[in-house]
């Protein structure tokens, strides 16, 4: 049902510097993969067959990395290390199904994904955030198992004391799992947020964002930023939020990056013991 999703890349990730300086946040490993591969895997698993990156500069080695690399193929099928050579070609999507904007400046996360409009057309997308890695079950594909038209958003309840960190729903009916939007506030106060019911990165938006984006009006931080133009939907189309089975790391952060990797770590039948057993020797 949504075939295309937008992978928004252009951010500066200053909360990583200096690791971000000539790196993409994106291209961080967690074990073993870097995050922009965990959310195109999540992304393929719902069924999207298009792949819209928005890219700023320092950026190319995310194209690189979802490209052919002639070299290291060539070296190592020579040197017969099968398995390497499988995954390295088994991660390349169909031949014109990836695409490449660039946000000329990094004006906020709406700015990013308005500027795919023209890759996107009259269809509901998908937009994921690579440094908001779920471990478990595919998040989009859960979403979209539940899509029946107009916004949708990913959410998770956060401790009350959390809320100045998230975008806060106001929630209508609420059955456990769907909770109907009938508000969005950014980042508010745990004294005045209406809800402890918060966004992470995983949308699926209508072409009508599109429109509302196109005004390029400016929010939190001086920067053009979705949840307000999903928030100016409200009453237009339906709003759900959806909780997804899974566990969300932050790993905009380096506290929520060092957290993903022990999870994932933990989580891989190669490590797991080892790991385990350093820990416990570690926290003693
Ligand atoms: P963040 O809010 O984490 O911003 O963006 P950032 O610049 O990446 O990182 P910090 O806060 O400076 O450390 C959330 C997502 O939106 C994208 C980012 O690449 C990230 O995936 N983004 C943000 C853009 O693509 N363009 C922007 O102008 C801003």
Not at 19 to 42: H, N, R, S, W
Not at 132 to 158: F, H, R
Not at 162 to 182: C, F, N
Request: proline share 5%; charged share 25%.
């Amino acid at each position: 049902m949504i075939k295309k999703a937008i992978f928004p890349v252009g951010g500066l990730g200053t909360r990583f510097l200096p690791a971000t300086k000539a790196m993409p946040k994106e291209m961080l490993p967690v074990v073993d993969k870097p995050l922009i591969q965990y959310a195109v895997e999540e992304a393929a698993e719902a069924g999207v067959e298009e792949f819209i990156f928005v890219t700023g500069r320092n950026k190319t080695a995310i194209e690189d990395h979802f490209d052919h690399s002639f070299e290291l193929e060539a070296t190592l099928g020579a040197k017969g290390k099968d398995e390497a050579l499988d995954l390295v070609k088994d991660m390349l999507h169909n031949p014109g199904s990836v695409f490449y904007v660039r946000q000329q400046q990094p004006a906020g996360l709406g700015h990013a994904v308005w500027c795919a409009r023209h890759l996107v057309g009259s269809e509901p997308v998908a937009v994921l955030l690579a440094d908001d890695l779920i471990l478990g079950a595919s998040c989009v594909k859960e979403m979209v198992d539940s899509y029946k038209g107009g916004n949708m958003v990913a959410v998770m309840d956060v401790p009350h004391q959390q809320t100045g960190s998230y975008g806060i729903v106001k929630p209508g009916t609420d059955d456990g799992r769907i909770v109907q939007v009938e508000g969005l506030v950014e980042k508010p106060d745990p004294s005045s947020a209406p809800s402890n019911i918060a966004v992470v990165g995983r949308y699926i938006i209508t072409p009508e964002v599109f429109e509302t984006l196109a005004a390029q009006e400016r929010g939190a931080g001086g920067e053009i930023q979705l949840t307000d133009a999903l928030a100016k939907q409200i009453g237009k189309a339906p709003f759900t939020g959806v909780r997804f089975s899974g566990e969300r790391f932050d790993c905009g952060s380096k506290l929520g990056f060092l957290q993903a990797n022990v999870a994932f770590g933990l989580n891989n039948d190669q490590m797991r013991d080892e790991l385990h057993d350093w820990l416990g020797e570690r926290l003693g």
